[in-house]
């Protein structure tokens, strides 16, 4: 079986059974499995995010609500200047705002990313516990924030009246949007694959196996490490801007620690260090929500069961389940 | 702003700080002698809330919920160890983080199912739901006045246990070597699985103290559980003197920047505004401070180990 099922093939087939249910939908006329294929390709890329750091650079961040949300803020903020007409800020220059989601998207990197950079710096002069509880508290503020700030929502959140466009695409239209998160989870994974490839990608690995040694060779394991913190907030970040389009919604539950700790499952469920690891583990998620949330209110108490069993039981998740060990090649 | 009220303001800092000392005591515990991150410590500061109110209403006593509490966060947190906690020791700090957050998960959605999504209230014992004339002629509410007291009496209370009693010692053993203590004969399974329930009851005992300030609901633990986390990294794991100091301080911090600087802000902008930014900035006050802490001492004011 392990022959049969190794992690590639198995890799390719989530991608397939990802793209083939909202065909299968639109063909039979039910958009409802779109949207929620979407949900799970969304979610699956702010896990794709986390795994930077957490799979390859074995920084357990229990933060990464805060890029997702500040990715969500920037399109719900921008989104709401353009409905009502308002430029973002009129000095020292003018500057209008947009609902075109090329633009929308680098200003949800660009913000993830230097919040990313701020948080990272702080928290990696520490390292184990520490790190989780510093990530934790740092998102907390963000969310605190966002609560109290009255300007935009407050407690209450944003709404994003109409989806924001994309060029040449429908963005209304579930499939055209569907479509679109799916090409942008595609691309991301390829970057990652081939970042974890590159130079950069070996020198993650040997500082997540042996920082001393890193350090011995004349790198900076410090340095090493914030590039994949970064990295892996402006990723997050992006899935929170197409969260926010896909609710048309965003709200400080985006930042809370739940959404931390829930985007931390996608990439347990799935196998931690996996490419895509998170791809399968946000699509159990998803599945497992629609599934139990049907039948009981509370099926997180079902889900949480789950995850005690994958923690306790099966530690690779559900590709390492299949496929055995990962190759440390 | 008078002086009466000033004062008021640094006791209900002191009051948060006191409840932010019971949690992180017994989370630095848990760390130190056990090595494990708990998030699920604030499901046993939920549970206390919860078993206390449940137990108050029924019989008509707080004390009885009071005394139900602390029996019942110490059973539910010795159960847990011994099913879950006991399993996660030898693991890394990601599978202690998820299989806890598992358990948050699974404590929150039962608590839903037996009490429902609404919150209790809990009244605080008659015998001290009047104010209280402070030297100075100043008020204040006799319930949070007695929360200050019952925490300083539990921060010296533990501080005597674990300088100055046999299982202290085992504890203060455990800390530092665990393999050498068990080889010495001392039953180190029973010796982690009483730390954790001790950590528990101090939980539950604070859950069902802040229950009579506030709402009784599901998830009303977590916030505390974040903010007993600022408090470890700012006073140094492992150490109950410096979760005490740490306590304070960001009790303190945190009340009087809430309460200071919308009026300081006034002066600046419309008041209006300055409420909102007031808001906004004190509830980052904390972590801004835990941020300095970090970049001056980035193993928090009073490490327990070198």
Not at chain 1, 22 to 35: I, Q
Not at chain 1, 65 to 87: D, K, L, N, R, T
Not at chain 2, 81 to 91: F, T
Request: net charge neutral.
């Amino acid at each position: 079986m392990a022959e049969f099922l190794n992690e590639r093939r198995m890799s390719l087939a989530i991608a397939l059974a990802l793209l083939a249910v909202p065909l299968m939908a639109e063909w039979l006329g039910n958009s409802f499995y779109t949207t929620l294929a979407t949900r799970a390709a969304i979610l699956a890329l702010a896990g794709v995010g986390l795994n930077i750091a957490l799979g390859s650079g074995g920084l357990i961040s229990l933060g990464h609500a805060a890029f997702f949300g500040i990715g969500g803020y920037a399109v719900g903020i921008i989104a709401s200047h353009h409905q009502a007409y308002e430029p973002l800020m009129t000095w020292p220059l003018t500057i209008a705002a947009t609902n075109q989601m090329p633009v929308l998207w680098l200003v949800a990197i660009l913000a993830s990313g230097l919040a990313a950079l701020m948080i990272g710096a702080l928290s990696l002069r520490t390292s184990g516990v520490y790190f989780i509880m510093i990530t934790l508290a740092f998102a907390q503020m963000i969310y605190y924030f966002a609560v109290s700030w009255p300007a935009y929502g407050g407690q209450d959140g944003l709404s994003i009246y109409v989806r924001d466009g994309f060029p040449g695409l429908n963005t209304l239209r579930p499939l055209d949007f569907f479509l679109l998160c799916y090409a942008v989870l595609m691309v991301v994974l390829a970057l990652v694959r081939m970042i974890s490839g590159a130079r950069f990608g070996a020198m993650l690995e040997a500082v997540r196996q042996n920082p001393a040694r890193v350090a011995a060779l004349g790198l900076s394991p410090f340095r090493i490490r914030l590039v994949a913190f970064v990295l892996s907030g402006m990723v997050t970040g992006l899935a929170g801007a197409l969260y926010a389009d896909l609710n048309r919604f965003v709200s400080p539950s985006m930042l809370s620690w739940h959404m931390s700790g829930e985007i931390m499952v996608f990439v347990i469920l799935g196998g931690a260090g996996r490419l895509f690891g998170p791809v399968a583990g946000a699509c159990i998620y998803v599945l497992f929500e629609h599934v139990f949330g049907g039948v009981s209110d509370y099926w997180q108490f079902f889900l949480g069961a789950l995850l005690l069993g994958v923690v306790l039981f099966a530690r690779g998740g559900l590709i390492g389940l299949a496929a055995g060990r990962a190759r440390h090649d | 702003m008078t002086f009466a009220l000033f004062t008021e303001q640094i006791l209900n800092g002191l009051q948060l700080g006191v409840m932010l000392f019971l949690m992180a005591a017994g989370l630095t515990l848990i760390f130190g002698v056990m090595g494990l991150i708990n998030l699920a410590h604030g499901s046993l500061f939920m549970v206390g809330g919860f078993v206390c109110a449940a137990v108050a209403v029924w019989s008509g006593s707080f004390w009885l919920g009071l005394a139900a509490s602390l029996v019942a966060s110490a059973a539910a947190g010795a159960l847990v160890e011994i099913a879950v906690i006991r399993r996660l020791y030898d693991r890394d700090h990601l599978d202690q983080v998820l299989a806890t957050f598992a358990l948050v998960l699974m404590f929150s959605e039962a608590t839903r199912f037996v009490f429902g999504s609404s919150p209790l209230y809990l009244n605080p014992p008659a015998m001290l739901s009047g104010p209280v004339m402070l030297p100075g002629g100043i008020a204040y509410p006799a319930y949070r006045l007695a929360i200050i007291v019952a925490g300083l009496l539990v921060a010296g209370g533990l501080g005597l246990l674990i300088n100055r009693t046999r299982l202290g010692v085992r504890i203060r053993a455990g800390e530092a070597d665990r393999e050498m203590i068990s080889a010495l004969g001392i039953d180190i399974r029973t010796l982690y699985t009483i730390v954790f329930a001790l950590g528990a009851a101090l939980a539950g005992f604070a859950g069902a103290l802040v229950g009579a300030i506030q709402s009784v609901e599901v998830g009303m633990g977590e916030p505390v559980l974040i903010l007993a986390f600022v408090v470890i990294v700012i006073g140094g794991i492992g150490s109950i003197r410096g979760a005490l100091i740490a306590s304070v301080i960001v009790g303190v911090v945190d009340t009087m920047g809430r309460f200071l600087l919308p009026d300081l802000l006034s002066g600046m902008m419309d008041a209006a505004s300055a409420r909102g930014t007031g808001a906004a900035i004190a509830s980052m006050l904390i972590y801004v401070l835990m941020a300095l802490v970090l970049i001056v001492k980035p193993r928090g004011l009073f490490p327990a180990h070198g």
